[in-house]
Structure formats: structure tokens, C-alpha cells
């Protein structure tokens, strides 16, 4: 068995309560300890303490394999800061204020997200039909090519 990199659990584990991105946990260890890491055993370390994630991966609002050249559009954002406000993550100010006006925009405009890969623009609103129960238009089938690592 390989060398042990962590120095002390409690201190990592205060880390992650204290919301301290990878990054800098890779640069503090480095610093503090001479010891060089990676992203993948910080994200091992927490996995194995049962720690939540910082990212929240919500496959039922975004059910789609999205292009690199649509993940940045406003309409993913407000999906991503939506499936953060469903799980109970505390949202920024800015956040909150911009994805309650957005949503209801959604609700008295009458329409639901939809994504067409195939399209320049990716995201689009189109009117909201019975058949859809959420802020999206479902695809038949999901396309996000790797589940919740959290849900297996």
C-alpha cells in the first residue's frame, strides 16, 4: 500500500464543511505540507467520508448530454442554480434574484425549457404543454452521458 497523503482527517473534512474548492486544497496541502495532490483524491476523500458534493448533478433538470458549446448558456445556469436551491444548497444573493425572477418568467410567460443540440443556440422556451410537469421538456430519453455518482 502507497504512502498515506493525509496528513489529518479532521482538518480536510473542516475543509469541505468550510466550502474550499479542490483547488485550494491542493495548493494548501502543497504549502503546508510539501505534498503534492490531486483533484481525484480529494473527490475520492470525500466520497468515502460520505461528505455531500459542492456540485450538485441534477439529471431530472438537466437530462441532456449538452455540447461544449451550450454550456454556458443562461438557460443551463438558472437549471444549474435550480437543481442547487432543490437540494437545499444556500444560493448567492445574485443567484437567488436571478433565478426567481427567471422562473417567473417561465410561469407567466407559460413555457418550459427545451434543448436541440442540433441547433446554434442549444436552449430554447417553448410553450408549455400538459405533458410537461417540470421547468423543462423532457426528452424521451436522458442523454447525460454519466449518472449521479452519489445515487449508485
Do not use: C
Not at 417561465?106 to 446554434?120: A, E, F, H, I
Amino acid at each position: 500500500m502507497g504512502v498515506r497523503k493525509i496528513q489529518d482527517e479532521s482538518e480536510v473534512v473542516r475543509w469541505f464543511e468550510e466550502g474550499r474548492t479542490y483547488q485550494w486544497m491542493i495548493e494548501e496541502y502543497r504549502r503546508k505540507y510539501g505534498i503534492e495532490t490531486v483533484v481525484s483524491m480529494w473527490g475520492n476523500f470525500r466520497r468515502r467520508r460520505g461528505l455531500d458534493r459542492r456540485i450538485v448533478r441534477n439529471d431530472d433538470l438537466i437530462p441532456w448530454f449538452v455540447k461544449e458549446e451550450h454550456r454556458w448558456a443562461y438557460p443551463l445556469t438558472m437549471l444549474r442554480a435550480e437543481g442547487r436551491r432543490r437540494a437545499g444548497k444556500e444560493l448567492t444573493g445574485t443567484d437567488e434574484t436571478r433565478l426567481a425572477s427567471w422562473l417567473d418568467t417561465l410561469k407567466k410567460n407559460g413555457s418550459v425549457v427545451q434543448y436541440d443540440p442540433d441547433t446554434r443556440e442549444g436552449f430554447s422556451y417553448v410553450p408549455r404543454r400538459a405533458a410537461d410537469n417540470d421547468i423543462i421538456r423532457r426528452p424521451h430519453t436522458k442523454t447525460t452521458p454519466r449518472p449521479n455518482a452519489d445515487k449508485s
